[in-house]
């Protein structure tokens, strides 16, 4: 793991995203397990950020139903 003041900076900053995180798979799944915010991370995460990113690189429009797909497959993720 990175040290130095600028990773101390962003661990600190990160702080209160992951105990949010933690509180929404704690509501989510009425537990904190390790899988719980596996899946929240995913949904909360790492899906919109793959959605978007190849699309934000290429410097291309965001496709029209990305935003419906992306709510299916985030829906998909939390109904587990």
Do not use: K
């Amino acid at each position: 793991m990175p040290q130095g003041p600028l990773a101390e900076e962003l661990a600190e900053l990160n702080q209160p995203v992951g105990r949010a995180i933690v509180d929404l798979a704690r509501r989510l799944y009425g537990r904190r397990s390790r899988a719980a915010i596996e899946r929240t991370l995913l949904a909360v995460f790492d899906l919109p950020y793959g959605a978007v990113r190849r699309h934000l690189i290429a410097g291309d429009p965001l496709p029209t139903n990305l935003r419906g797909d992306l709510t299916l497959a985030i829906r998909a993720v939390l109904d587990r």
